[in-house]
Every structure is written in C-alpha cells, then in structure tokens.
C-alpha cells in the first residue's frame, strides 16, 4: 500500500497513482488488512462529476462502515469511515460483500481521476477537509482563494497574478483549494495535486503545508464595455458562495451536509468573501491586481 501526504492528511491507496508522486510519503508491502463490508441496497448519493476531460454520474453507496464509490467505467472504490484509506474493491456479487484494497487490476487513466478527483474529495470531507472548487494565489503571505462558476476565469487570473502581470504574486492552486477550519482560522491546505497540471508544476510541493486564507472573491463575469468592480458579500451570499463552490458537496452524506453547513458560516464569518465582477478584457487585469493587493 502507498502513503500519501495530501492537504496534511495521510491517506493509504492500494497502488502507485500517477500524479501524486510529489506527495508520496511511505509505501508498505502489507496484507489486505480489511475486512468486507456490506453496501446499503437503498440509500446512496449522486453526483455528475468531472474525470479525465469528460464528465460522468458517480454514486455514494453508505457501507458499513465507510462509504463505496462508482462510477461507470471505473473500478468500485471503498472509503474508510475516517477518510485515511481510499482502496479499489472486489465484489462479491452472491454475498453482497465487498473486499476493500483486494483489486490487483491495472490502473487505467479513468480509474486515476476518480482516485484522486471524486474519491479523494468525499475523503477529505470525511476528515473536516472541505475542497473548495477554486483557483488561488498568495501575495506575499496573503492568499485568496477565486470561485465560480465554469468559465468565469478563475484558472486564468490566478495564472496572471502569478506569471509576469504580477511578480509579487505566487500559484498556490488551479482548481481545488483545500480549506479547513482551525482555532486561529480558516486555513488552506496547499498539498493537492492539481490534476490539470503536470507533476513538474504543482505549485503546492513549494509552498507550506498550511496557509491562512484571507479572503474568497466569487467572480462573475460582466458585459465587454462594463467597468470592473469589488464589493463585500452580505454574510447569507458569503455562506451561499462557499457551499455552492466546494467540490463533491453532492455526494455528502446528511451527516457531511451538517458539517459542511456548520464550516460554510464559520468559514464566511472568519474570511471576507467578495464579488469580483469584471469583463474578460486582458487590460482589466492589471486594475484587477490593484483592487487585490489594496485590499492586503
């Protein structure tokens, strides 16, 4: 089994997953230790979520305990109870039982997005980690987080502050930022592997484990000839804005949903939440880099 170090958690796979040797920590050639467990016929949780360029349904099957994983095409997979193991199944379809971290089967691409993408998302929330569906760069030692909806450009500003528009300005995430809640604050969790980048470039191998999160701009885009403009969110569109952009919030549990609620108020009542409204014009940016780096 392999050990990796991911947003501060260590989470055992059952193989190597390409993508996330930077956050190899540990490998152990160890006996299946788990014993089988057995899926509700009755009660799952379905989401649409992105692998490997395209999209497909996943479900969330309650095990006992833990939870199982499928998704058309792709290897069942098991989630411990506490989120530190994510392990391929073997069915037993005449007993109903499942043997998690037994599958020998080769790990094809798809396979790999759903590990490290819908599995390791549902993981993560197990353990009071929530992935918020964001692009992030830090200024200095501030970091802000930018979500939204698909196509409101939040890879491509972050990409901007961090590249020759904005040289004080670091990558800290492409499209997940995991988030969670601590006695001194919201802190993001860097350690992520961000699956539309290649092993060379994550950018949070060079960052530290752990970084305040100072605020969250929700971006919406506005017409060509509009001005841009910031403006603080109201605390009930700042708590919409955060559990509206954490990735695989569709596939929690009620007991998840109660966590993940109670993390979006205190989340929205620590850190400033903006609306970010501008036109995808390429010389609003660097007015864009002003209005961020006053507001540090």
């Given at each position: 089994?392999?050990?990796?170090c991911?947003?501060?958690?260590?989470?055992?796979?059952?193989?190597?997953?390409?993508?996330?040797?930077?956050?190899?920590?540990?490998?152990?050639?160890?006996?299946?230790?788990?014993?089988?467990?057995?899926?509700?016929?009755?009660?799952?949780?379905?989401?649409?979520?992105?692998?490997?360029?395209?999209?497909?349904?996943?479900?969330?099957?309650?095990?006992?305990?833990?939870?199982?994983?499928?998704?058309?095409?792709?290897?069942?997979?098991?989630?411990?109870e506490?989120?530190?193991?994510?392990?391929?199944?073997?069915?037993?379809?005449?007993?109903?039982?499942?043997?998690?971290?037994?599958?020998?089967?080769?790990?094809?691409?798809?396979?790999?997005?759903?590990?490290?993408?819908?599995?390791?998302?549902?993981?993560?929330a197990?353990?009071?980690v929530?992935?918020?569906?964001?692009?992030?760069?830090?200024?200095?030692?501030?970091?802000?987080?930018?979500v939204?909806?698909?196509?409101?450009?939040?890879?491509t500003?972050?990409?901007?502050?961090?590249?020759?528009?904005?040289?004080?300005?670091?990558?800290?995430?492409?499209?997940?930022?995991?988030?969670?809640?601590?006695?001194?604050?919201?802190?993001?969790?860097?350690?992520?592997?961000?699956?539309?980048?290649?092993?060379?470039?994550?950018?949070?191998?060079?960052?530290?484990e752990?970084?305040?999160?100072?605020?969250?701009?929700?971006?919406?885009?506005?017409?060509?000839?509009?001005?841009?403009?910031?403006?603080?969110?109201?605390?009930?569109?700042?708590v919409?804005?955060?559990?509206?952009?954490?990735?695989?919030?569709?596939?929690?549990?009620?007991?998840?949903?109660?966590?993940?609620?109670?993390?979006?108020?205190?989340?929205?009542?620590?850190?400033?939440?903006?609306?970010?409204?501008?036109?995808?014009?390429?010389?609003i940016?660097?007015?864009?880099?002003?209005?961020?780096?006053?507001?540090?």
């Open positions: 089994m392999v050990c990796y991911i947003a501060g958690q260590q989470i055992w796979f059952d193989s190597h997953v390409p993508g996330m040797l930077p956050f190899e920590v540990g490998y152990q050639a160890i006996a299946n230790n788990f014993r089988p467990v057995v899926v509700s016929r009755n009660v799952f949780y379905s989401a649409i979520c992105s692998m490997s360029d395209e999209v497909r349904p996943v479900e969330c099957w309650l095990a006992v305990p833990g939870l199982l994983l499928r998704a058309d095409g792709c290897n069942e997979v098991y989630i411990a506490d989120g530190r193991a994510i392990l391929r199944v073997v069915n037993d379809y005449a007993s109903g039982e499942y043997t998690p971290g037994a599958s020998t089967a080769p790990l094809p691409d798809l396979d790999r997005a759903f590990l490290s993408g819908p599995a390791l998302v549902l993981a993560l197990l353990s009071g929530w992935c918020l569906h964001a692009s992030a760069a830090l200024f200095q030692d501030r970091l802000t987080a930018f939204g909806e698909s196509g409101q450009g939040k890879s500003l972050a990409a901007y502050l961090a590249q020759a528009g904005a040289p004080d300005w670091r990558l800290a995430a492409d499209d997940i930022l995991p988030a969670t809640l601590t006695p001194v604050g919201v802190q993001a969790l860097p350690h992520f592997p961000q699956l539309k980048l290649p092993v060379e470039a994550q950018p949070g191998v060079t960052l530290p752990r970084l305040r999160l100072d605020r969250i701009c929700l971006l919406a885009q506005a017409d060509p000839d509009s001005q841009p403009e910031i403006e603080a969110l109201p605390p009930a569109q700042a919409q804005a955060i559990l509206g952009h954490t990735a695989g919030a569709r596939l929690f549990t009620p007991q998840l949903l109660d966590n993940h609620l109670h993390f979006s108020a205190q989340a929205a009542a620590l850190t400033p939440v903006y609306r970010l409204t501008y036109p995808h014009r390429r010389e940016l660097p007015w864009i880099v002003h209005e961020l780096e006053s507001l540090c």
